[in-house]
């Protein structure tokens, strides 16, 4: 029987502490080297931001609107123009519309059937470019993340990419998506090996300007101050060395746990993560909350050289029970007024202030921008679970979604694909999420996926999709 990719999660610490810190393992680091190859070209991008929109963000209502469509399809939202002629947008995002000209827009994306219509393969699928194997189908959102299961996009570009001076190769933020209860499947390293895991950095609604780094979560009766300490630190990881040494996957921390340890006291550590650092003026142009500032602490990490940084949007729990959600982007009840009041004005206003502040910055062009989700949104209005039509809201839908890219080599202003009259299904230039993981890959330069597993045996990172040319 299959076991958790992380049993230790709730009890001992969330892998931040730097299990994989500095994205290379030494029972691995032959592998590396071997597995990457002699490069045959430059990469477009140095670096890449992934914002994940979690719950499945409605394509319908957002970039790819449909409003010639009968109104039980459509809704009451219109199209806006755009700085890009030719591209219109929800008129909930005015901020967006103005940075169209750096925007990529996929309308094509779907599972094509291979999904559940559940979260979990939905994460997967689009965070690894792997479709859910059968265990999916079967337990569908109880499906828990395996050792077994594909590498996470952000991991394989911290396996690829050599590792940085002194952070870590991929990095997500504000939190781990769906943990501790739910976690969901294609976070991680995976068959990898633990090295290559992202850091995942907490950040929270109330505190948005504080980050913990690194997120250390340890047993119940270590207090802050202890774990400040050098000695209270070491006795607690000690403590959790011989929890750990009891399961396979990651009975190599000791290997690391040095080097968390020197993190700890890393000056150069804590200032990539000091948004105070940042002029008002400039925090001000993000916008307030959690989600605005990981976008910021975002563009700093690129800056700061991290090959990839993922924002999986924190949701917000005091309109969950008015979109029928977890707060984020699965808006079964009250669609609309969810979208205008709440999550397209918490979207809009950051994100096109990070595009602006890369280019201005000069660091788009080297930077890929992805916005993703695990679904779209049913086009037809009503989900019986919310009352209906009545309900106003709209049910999964994973035939068809929307993907947004910018910078790295992309060029802007342009759309690649389309759905059909009411956005149900995706009609020209049909794409997969492994074609959009092989475009990342491409952007970054990873040709090569070739790699070595835990026990040393090689293994082909990606067979399926190609990389989306067309768009560069």
């Avoid at 997500?172 to 850091?199: C, M, N, S, W």
């Avoid at 609604?205 to 979560?217: G, I, N, Y």
């Avoid at 201005?360 to 919310?386: A, N, W």
Wanted: charged share 20%; aromatic share 8%.
């Amino acid at each position: 029987m299959m076991t958790n990719h992380y049993p230790m999660d709730r009890r001992v610490f969330l892998v931040a502490g730097g299990l994989g810190f500095f994205g290379i393992d030494l029972a691995n680091a032959a592998a590396y080297g071997a597995g990457d190859g002699p490069r045959t070209r430059r990469p477009t991008a140095k670096s890449t931001i992934m914002i994940w929109l979690g719950g499945g963000a409605s394509h319908i209502d957002t970039w790819d609107m449909k409003p010639n469509a009968v109104a039980e399809y459509r809704g009451p939202f219109r199209p806006m123009p755009t700085s890009s002629r030719g591209i219109e947008l929800c008129e909930y995002l005015p901020h967006l519309a103005r940075q169209a000209h750096h925007l990529a827009i996929v309308r094509s994306l779907g599972d094509h059937g291979r999904g559940t219509g559940d979260h979990h393969a939905g994460y997967y699928y689009n965070l690894t470019g792997h479709a859910p194997d059968r265990s999916f189908h079967q337990l569908l959102n109880a499906r828990t993340p395996y050792p077994t299961d594909w590498p996470a996009m952000g991991s394989v570009v911290a396996m690829k990419r050599p590792p940085h001076g002194f952070l870590p190769n991929a990095i997500t933020l504000p939190h781990k998506e769906g943990a501790p209860e739910y976690t969901r499947p294609g976070q991680f390293a995976a068959r990898l090996g633990i090295a290559y895991d992202p850091v995942f950095v907490e950040g929270t609604r109330e505190r948005p300007l504080d980050f913990t780094v690194p997120a250390l979560s340890l047993r119940g009766d270590v207090s802050t101050d202890r774990m400040l300490a050098r000695r209270g630190l070491v006795q607690a990881l000690d403590q959790s060395r011989r929890q750990a040494e009891r399961d396979f996957a990651i009975r190599d921390y000791t290997i690391h746990q040095q080097r968390a340890f020197t993190l700890l006291g890393s000056g150069q550590v804590q200032n990539a993560f000091d948004l105070r650092r940042e002029p008002e003026v400039l925090r001000a142009a993000y916008g307030p909350g959690i989600n605005a500032m990981s976008m910021l602490l975002a563009r700093r990490l690129v800056e700061a050289g991290v090959p990839y940084v993922t924002v999986f949007w924190k949701g917000n729990m005091q309109v969950a029970e008015l979109c029928k959600s977890g707060g984020g982007w699965d808006t079964h009840g009250n669609n609309f007024n969810c979208l205008k009041d709440h999550l397209l004005p918490e979207f809009d206003r950051p994100f096109a202030a990070l595009l602006d502040d890369l280019h201005q910055r000069g660091l788009l062009e080297e930077t890929l921008v992805l916005v993703s989700s695990e679904m779209g949104r049913k086009p037809r209005i009503g989900d019986p679970r919310s009352g209906g039509p009545s309900g106003a809201g709209r049910d999964h839908w994973t035939a068809a979604q929307s993907v947004l890219l910018a910078g790295g080599g992309i060029r802007g202003g342009q759309v690649y694909g389309a759905s059909d009259r009411r956005a149900e299904y995706p009609t020209d230039n049909r794409v997969a999420p492994e074609h959009i993981a092989r475009t990342v890959f491409h952007a970054m330069g990873i040709d090569d996926l070739h790699a070595t597993d835990r026990e040393g045996r090689p293994f082909h990172l990606m067979e399926q999709g190609r990389p989306l040319l067309e768009l560069f």
